[in-house]
Structures are given as structure tokens and as C-alpha cells.
């Protein structure tokens, strides 16, 4: 096994420690592995205006020689892929097979927007003899980029390489729970050549990290991914300073289960991804609404495959799930299944902590849930699935639509007719259709309502890191 690596900020070009840490552990042992420094007040401001300092250099970089650094660092990412998954499974838990498989989607965000960044074209507009009116893109200026514990490794590319690409530096602060994954893609861009300042790496108290840095003036775009509550308050800090904002918030995917699919492929497929990740994914699928007629067989062979699931430590072979990544969320999960117990639902299996050691959840199942049950309200980011029976596609979508999500939602079917009544009405930023893939490189990721606002990939995600300047310019005085 790699040694997990040497926690540290960097800034500056520069790694630091702070006098102050706290730990990291090992989600399946319980275990220190190791201790993350926490920044100070003058660690804030000096990443601050290191960032300020990267973007006059980084601006002016032509974009041919952007996409070289960052195709760079992508390359030396995947040559480390084993040693990076290694850190990933320890910190987070996630079978060290899917934690392979996020370093690589990781590259390929970079490598993406590394294209992108040499065709963030503008315009002209057609005018009169002697006048051009050309619209012009330029970077934004320094973001601050906030990711998440789920995905410690793809969802710090997301938003670094949307940052690059288009011209501007970034400060990241990574998830205090999952650092080594940010600290690994650090090492690569500082290793490939970055200048200095262009991308720096801070962790700490997040409350006062994103209190103390959003209100900088330098700050121009905020491009965070978490919590629909903490959202809301960031995007209150930063409208106080007209700061932009891109976020990728909470989900509570709906999956639409029609009477015409084949029904057990489509269980099948449901429960080996709900249990990806241990549940802990935005767009994990979790409440499925299915046709009554075809209920019973899809309840069983969902529940047949779920209770399969082997769940484990992920460092070990064969391992599908492995423990939660914080303790925290082992009683969450646990109240949830409480109280939809309580109100009547069915539990087909799962529903409680596995053993005392390591912060394993068993793969649940719950049908026949009432919609007042919270967790028909509330995302459980775990390995819970809510399954339910429906009379008619309109009593599915009008029940997937229910909440005030609405990130990704998921349909099974092969009438033409169901797929284009769902994609007009289902409300979410990503549908998908007979596949739970819910977005690459190269499509657009966001929600609607209160799943975020912006979008992150495709050719539209470097839009959020642009300003738009109308430039008119005629060939005399008039």
C-alpha cells in the first residue's frame, strides 16, 4: 500500500504547515492517519494575494500554453492513478476499484477543458459600414473554489479546470475529511509547471475560511459543491459583495420505472449503482417510482441485489461498498429509516449500522414509504433506496417533482412517447434515460430549483468563469 501523503497547504507556489491541525481518519478502522494543518487568518490573505499575482501572469498566458500545462498535469495524474486511489480509499472508504475509476474521470475533466480552452470564441455582430461591434470573453478573475468529501479527488478537477482553462487563478478549498485527493492534483500542476500563485490548496475552518474569503474584493466568482443549506448562505455572502456564484447543490433523484422496460435488467442496474459510492452521490438514484403492474418484480430483484452487496473494507478484493465516510452520517441515516419505520414503510432489508467498528451502513431498502416520511423530503446521501409504487407515468412525474430538488432524475422505458413526456416535464437539470450515467466531461452538470445554479462541463461550464464584454468600435468619431 502507498504511504498516505504529507498533508500541507500550498500557497504561493509553496507548501506550508500551520501550528494548528486536526486529524484524518480512516473511515473503515477508525483510525488517525495522519494530521491536516488549518489555516490561519494570514494564511487566507497571503493565498489571496498569491492568487492575485497568478492571474496577472496566468491571464495573460495564451491558451495553446494553458491547455499544455493542464494536459501535463493530467498525464502525470494518470501515471500516479494506483498511488492517488490508494490515498482516496483510506481517507473516504470507497472500494479502491471505484476510487481508480475517479482518478481517471478526474483527468478527463482537465484534459477536457484543456481543449475547451482554446475555443472560448467570441463573436461579431453584423452592423453598419464602418462600425464592428465584437463580443469578447475574458476570465473572470480569482476563484474560490469549495469541493466536497464524496468524490476528494474529481470534484477538485471540476472546478480547477474550469478556472484554468478560461484564464483565471484559483484558491481551493478541499473537504478537511478527504484532503489527499486535492493535495495529489496540486502536486501535478506544481509538477507540470503551473506558475506560482496560479492555484493554491488551503483547508480548515470551512465557516471562516468562506466568511473571511468571500468578502474579498479580489474574490469574483465562488463555484462551490455541497449541501443545498449551505449554499443558500454562501450565495448570501457573495451577493453582499455582487460576487458570482456557480452551484452544484443537493439532489434527490427520481427514477421513473415504466411498465414497458425490462424490468429486472433495470433493477439490476438501479441497485448496483445506488449502492456506488455508498449512496454518498448527488445524483445517486433513491426514490424509483414503478409502475404497479410490474411492482412486485422489480421490488424483489432490487432487493435480491442490494442484499447481495458486499461491503467492506475497500482496500480488500471483491468489496462493491464501503463504509460511510464520516461518523456523522451513520445516526442520520439511522433516523431516517426510524421514522419512515414509524409512518408505515416497509423495511425489504438493511436499515441499520453494521457492527461497532468503521462507520458501515448495510444496503437498504425501503418500500411502500408515505410522503410524509422525511426521507421522502430529505436526501439521505447513503445507501438507502425508497421504492414505490405508481398508477400511471402521471402520478410518477407529478411524484418526482415533489420536492424542491431538482438535480438529476432517471427514467426507464422504451415508448418514445413516455421518453418525451419525461424529458418536458421531470424537472432537473440531467436526465437520463435506460442508464444511470448522469453527466461527462462533456455535457453540462447543474440543477434547477434548489439543486444550484450554473453549470459545470460541456462547452456551456466555462461560461461561469467568463466575464462577457461587448466591444464597439467605429472606424471614426461619430
Not at 449551505?230 to 415504466?258: D, F, K, Y
Not at 457492527?355 to 426521507?375: I, M, Q, R, S, W
Not at 409504487?389 to 417533482?401: G, T
Request: proline share 6%; hydrophobic share 40%.
Amino acid at each position: 500500500m502507498s504511504t498516505y501523503p504529507d498533508l500541507k497547504l500550498y500557497i504561493g507556489g509553496e507548501w506550508r504547515k500551520t501550528p494548528d491541525d486536526m486529524p484524518v481518519i480512516n473511515p473503515a478502522t477508525e483510525a488517525e492517519i495522519a494530521r491536516l494543518p488549518r489555516a490561519r487568518i494570514s494564511d487566507l490573505d497571503d493565498a489571496l494575494a498569491a492568487a492575485q499575482d497568478g492571474f496577472r501572469i496566468w491571464r495573460r498566458t495564451a491558451p495553446r500554453d494553458r491547455a499544455d500545462i493542464m494536459l501535463k498535469a493530467a498525464r502525470i495524474l494518470r501515471d500516479r492513478q494506483e498511488e492517488i486511489a490508494q490515498s482516496i480509499t483510506a481517507e473516504h472508504g470507497k472500494p479502491l476499484s471505484q476510487a481508480r475509476l475517479e482518478v481517471i474521470r478526474g483527468c478527463e475533466f482537465i484534459e477536457w477543458d484543456a481543449g475547451e480552452a482554446t475555443r472560448t470564441y467570441g463573436r461579431v455582430i453584423p452592423s453598419g459600414p464602418g462600425v464592428r461591434y465584437i463580443v469578447h470573453h475574458e476570465p473572470v478573475g480569482v476563484v474560490l473554489g469549495l469541493s466536497p468529501w464524496n468524490f476528494p479527488m474529481s470534484q477538485p478537477c471540476r472546478k480547477i479546470a474550469g478556472a484554468l482553462a478560461t484564464g483565471c487563478s484559483i484558491i481551493l478549498k478541499a473537504a478537511e475529511e478527504t484532503p489527499a485527493g486535492a493535495l495529489h492534483i496540486i502536486q501535478a500542476f506544481h509538477d507540470a509547471g503551473l506558475p506560482a500563485g496560479v492555484l493554491n490548496l488551503v483547508f480548515g475552518d470551512p465557516a471562516q475560511i468562506s466568511d473571511h474569503l468571500i468578502r474579498q474584493d479580489p474574490v469574483r466568482l465562488v463555484a462551490f459543491t455541497g449541501s443545498t443549506a449551505v449554499g443558500r448562505h454562501l450565495t448570501t455572502l457573495a451577493s453582499e459583495n455582487m460576487t458570482r456564484v456557480l452551484m452544484e447543490l443537493g439532489g434527490h433523484a427520481p427514477v421513473i420505472v415504466c411498465e414497458d422496460t425490462d424490468v429486472e435488467k433495470a433493477a439490476v442496474t438501479s441497485a448496483i449503482r445506488k449502492y456506488r459510492n455508498a449512496g454518498q452521490v448527488c445524483t445517486s438514484p433513491t426514490r424509483f417510482f414503478v409502475h404497479e403492474s410490474i411492482f412486485d418484480r422489480f421490488l424483489e430483484t432490487f432487493v435480491k441485489r442490494a442484499a447481495a452487496t458486499v461491503v467492506g473494507n475497500g482496500m480488500e478484493a471483491g468489496v462493491e461498498m464501503g463504509p460511510l465516510a464520516n461518523e456523522r452520517r451513520v445516526p442520520a441515516l439511522a433516523a431516517l429509516v426510524a421514522d419512515a419505520r414509524a409512518k408505515g414503510a416497509n423495511i425489504l432489508t438493511g436499515g441499520g449500522r453494521i457492527g461497532n467498528k468503521g462507520y458501515f451502513f448495510e444496503p437498504t431498502v425501503l418500500a411502500n414509504v408515505p410522503d410524509h416520511a422525511n426521507v421522502m423530503q430529505e436526501e439521505p446521501f447513503g445507501p438507502l433506496a425508497v421504492i414505490n409504487p405508481v398508477a400511471s407515468l402521471d402520478d410518477a412525474i407529478a411524484r418526482a417533482n415533489a420536492v424542491p430538488f431538482g438535480l438529476a432524475a432517471y427514467g426507464f422505458s422504451n415508448r418514445a412517447d413516455y421518453i418525451d413526456r419525461m424529458t418536458d416535464e421531470v424537472e432537473a437539470g440531467n436526465i437520463s434515460f435506460n442508464t444511470l450515467e448522469a453527466s461527462l466531461p462533456e455535457t453540462p452538470f447543474g440543477g434547477v430549483k434548489s439543486s444550484g445554479y450554473g453549470r459545470e462541463g460541456g462547452t456551456e461550464g466555462l461560461d461561469n468563469y467568463m466575464n462577457v464584454k461587448n466591444v464597439s468600435h467605429s472606424m471614426k468619431i461619430i
